[in-house]
């Protein structure tokens, strides 16, 4: 009887872990139905935004190059027939997945061919506008995150040395009141006492901040006790944390 029993719990246990399994493989099967779903239901809301924006673009640009091209002229219609045509296989690059480098490349050295074959000086006021209308569908390529140019960047950022960037950019600037100074430089020269007044720092400890920013060629000091003020490095610096701070507000 015991051993009956025995087997029995066995065989149950077995049940058991047999459920489980199969309740494992229908809870995997599930999540996958579900992400699978969900992935196309976003694939197809993108294909149907982007195809909006580029009929948008393309409803658009006919206005603007009526407005934009220079009248009158005997080869309007013929110039605005080729841009036209420029213009809208252009935006049909937005309805892509991905804008190779390549793309864009080829599509800047055909609008120079056809600014190249222009027959009057006087064409340069419709290619104007032909420029404006181009740049603001590469923006919006950009904007989209569609161009593609990540091995480029992914070579660029290989090249990154680690202990030069720290030591020569990051140290520097890793200080509210360093930002302070440069910031400050980038309007004119300034003596030690103003900068004092600016940070509130005092004597050592203004100096220690200066020494940094000496050290990293971020500003420099015109004589011996004389004023301090930014260097190229140190306004490019600048420049840089200015994009860096908009990429981040517009990414919020």
């Known amino acids: 009887m015991e051993n009956m029993n025995?087997?029995?719990?066995?065989?149950?246990?077995?049940?058991?872990?047999?459920?489980?399994?199969?309740?494992?493989d229908i809870?995997?099967?599930t999540e996958k139905s579900n992400q699978e779903?969900?992935?196309?239901l976003l694939s197809?809301?993108?294909?149907?935004?982007?195809?909006?924006?580029?009929?948008?673009?393309?409803?658009d640009l006919e206005k603007n190059l009526e407005r934009g091209m220079l009248d009158p002229c005997h080869m309007r219609d013929t110039c605005k027939s080729r841009f036209q045509k420029f213009l809208t296989e252009n935006a049909e690059l937005i309805k892509c997945d991905s804008v190779p480098k390549e793309k864009i490349e080829e599509?800047?050295?055909?609008?120079?061919?056809?600014?190249?074959?222009?027959?009057?000086?006087?064409c340069e006021i419709c290619f104007s506008e032909v420029d404006s209308l181009f740049n603001k569908q590469l923006s919006l390529i950009n904007s989209l995150h569609i161009y593609n140019d990540?091995?480029?960047?992914?070579?660029?950022?290989?090249?990154?040395?680690?202990?030069?960037?720290?030591?020569?950019?990051?140290?520097?600037?890793?200080?509210?009141?360093?930002?302070?100074?440069?910031?400050?430089?980038?309007?004119?020269?300034?003596?030690?006492?103003?900068?004092?007044?600016?940070?509130?720092?005092?004597?050592?400890?203004?100096?220690?901040?200066l020494q940094k920013l000496l050290e990293s060629g971020i500003i420099l000091q015109r004589?011996?006790?004389g004023d301090y003020m930014i260097t190229q490095k140190g306004f490019s610096l600048l420049l840089l944390l200015a994009d860096c701070q908009k990429f981040i507000e517009n990414e919020k």
């Open 6 to 24: 025995e087997a029995k719990n066995s065989e149950m246990c077995d049940v058991k872990a047999k459920l489980e399994t199969i309740h494992n």
């Open 27 to 29: 809870k995997r099967l």
């Open 37 to 40: 779903y969900l992935d196309n």
């Open 44 to 59: 197809d809301f993108k294909k149907d935004f982007l195809n909006s924006i580029s009929n948008y673009v393309v409803e």
């Open 107 to 122: 599509k800047k050295s055909e609008l120079n061919e056809i600014r190249n074959s222009a027959p009057f000086d006087k």
């Open 150 to 209: 990540h091995e480029e960047k992914k070579s660029e950022i290989s090249k990154i040395n680690e202990e030069f960037i720290a030591k020569n950019v990051l140290e520097p600037l890793s200080n509210k009141q360093r930002l302070q100074i440069i910031k400050s430089l980038s309007s004119k020269t300034r003596t030690f006492s103003a900068l004092s007044e600016l940070t509130g720092l005092r004597g050592g400890n203004l100096l220690f901040h």
């Open 223 to 225: 004589h011996e006790r």
